[in-house]
């Protein structure tokens, strides 16, 4: 609750002269408002344009309380009415003059969040403040047709993504190699055989994370938990699900740790699969070098899968010095506090970079998402007064406004296509054959295992035979 003794507040005045709610602040920084004066607060006048930082935060988080759609209605309703008067040449006038400020208003949305602009509503919206501003002023008319084409080449782009995504994703689907003969298997390629560098390798990594968050929109992790759209269903709108690019980079984080796994346990022979461990764990320290989290939390989740870790024959052939340091990296113990120690480091020395190699930051990825979602449960949207508690809106704005500094980094290493294709489209075992194959590898060691073998078997046979 505000109290007066140590806020003050602010009331914006409407055009037909009414109060649009309380802002109540605190050491010059917004603290809560009422949802109208918010709307009102992010509306230019010919002297007034919103400050940056406030229109990426409420845009962001808006999409708690309303839809991008309402909410862009109301802003350009709202632009249009305050300069009315009645008299049709005064208000040419002075529409012409926040013209310009209307223009930079959307311009910013469409390209901090231009994924909103797949709702065909907000497209039609756009356009028809295209054609006011073309009544009013031909320089602001031209701006806003530059702004459109960009926003259309930007979810042209997107489109294809995710074409190519669905694409990768079906070739990787195809089953590897019937786990009835294991022998067979030893023909497959395995990573070694692709790449047996882990500096490259990881450098691949890096390429694949750094493609794959570049398409994740800002809006995609308040979207995860914003109230329900009722026309969301409605056909037309939102071809595809408001955070299907955020689910794909979870996928692929599974994908890799499967990866790993599937290498680890698909040769035959005991000191291939001791090298393929310790060549993951080369690759997962330059991944730590390069300050590639991900990928790196990505290996160590896939080394410690059960079917991985139960090969003690194995481990005992590798040296695990390196992997216990990675490990202690990244222990979930404290809060991730190691990890998060590293991540802080990671950070300033990209802030500092020299190079683009330096600037590299990819965070773990679903720890990010966890914070960003307790943050939202953790803290009430509205306070006891019916306010939007803004604080809370700059905190999740702080977090996500870091992810989009990591996410423009433009990879600096050479591709490799042939890696890159093998680390996206190389089938990967399901967690019953990894099983299976772990045991195919080194026998079971008690009658618990050697029942889970005997119906491993037995079920993927069956499940072999029906398709």
């Known amino acids: 609750m505000c109290s007066l003794e140590f806020f ?17 602040y605190h050491d010059n920084s917004l603290v809560s408002a009422s949802l109208e004066a918010l709307i009102q607060h992010l509306v230019p006048t010919v002297d007034y344009y919103p400050d940056r930082s406030y229109v990426f935060t409420f845009l962001l ?56 602009f797949r709702d065909e509503r907000m497209m039609r919206c756009l356009k028809d403040m295209t054609h006011h501003v073309a009544r009013g002023d031909e320089y602001s008319w031209r701006a ?10 930007r979810l042209s782009a997107l489109g294809q993504y995710e074409e190519a995504v669905a694409a990768l994703n079906a070739v990787a689907m195809e089953r590897p190699a019937s786990l009835k003969s294991k022998q067979g298997s030893a023909q497959r390629n395995d990573v070694l055989s692709v790449c047996d560098d882990p500096f490259v390798l990881a450098q691949q990594l890096t390429h694949i994370e750094l493609d794959r968050l570049s398409f994740i929109g800002p809006e995609e992790f308040i979207q995860t938990f914003a109230m329900k759209d009722p026309l969301e269903n409605h056909k037309g709108f939102f071809r595809k699900r408001k955070t299907s690019n955020l689910e794909a980079y979870v996928n692929w984080f599974n994908r890799l740790s499967y990866l790993v796994a599937t290498e680890i346990c698909m040769p035959v022979k005991k000191k291939h699969r001791a ?19 991900n990928s790196l939390m990505a290996i160590i989740t896939g080394m410690n899968m059960s079917p991985v870790a139960r090969l003690k024959k194995t481990w005992n052939k590798v040296n695990t010095d390196k992997f216990e340091i990675l490990e202690h990296q990244m222990d979930p113990s404290s809060n991730f506090s190691n990890y998060r120690t590293a991540l802080r480091g990671a950070t300033q020395r990209s802030e500092t970079a020299h190079s683009s190699q330096e600037k ?79 045991y195919e590898s080194e026998g079971p060691e008690n009658n618990m295992e050697k029942d889970s073998r005997r119906s491993l078997r037995s079920s993927l046979l069956h499940r072999e035979n029906r398709s």
């Not at 764990?281 to 070098?289: G, R, Y």
């Open 8 to 24: 003050h507040f602010e009331g914006r005045i409407g055009p037909s002269g009414g109060l649009y709610g309380e802002m109540c």
């Open 360 to 438: 590299i930051v990819i965070p773990f990825f679903s720890l990010l998402i966890k914070d960003i979602y307790f943050l939202n449960e953790g803290c009430a949207s509205r306070l006891p007064n019916g306010h939007i508690n803004f604080e809370k809106l700059w905190e999740l704005a702080k977090q996500v406004s870091e992810f989009l500094v990591w996410r423009q980094v433009i990879c600096p290493f050479d591709r490799d296509r042939r890696i890159l294709q093998y680390l996206v489209t190389t089938p990967v075992f399901s967690e019953d054959e990894l099983h299976l194959a772990s």
């Open 61 to 116: 988080s808006s999409r708690l309380f309303l839809h991008p759609y309402e909410l862009m209605t109301r802003v350009c309703h709202l632009c249009v009415e305050q300069q009315r008067s009645g008299d049709a040449l005064l208000d040419k006038i002075r529409f012409r003059e926040v013209a310009p400020k209307l223009v930079q208003l959307l311009t910013e949305w469409t390209e901090t969040f231009p994924y909103d």
């Open 144 to 153: 806003m047709q530059q702004m459109t084409q960009r926003l259309i080449k």
């Open 275 to 293: 090298r393929i461990i310790e060549f993951f764990i080369d690759v997962a320290q330059e991944c730590f070098n390069i300050g590639n989290f």
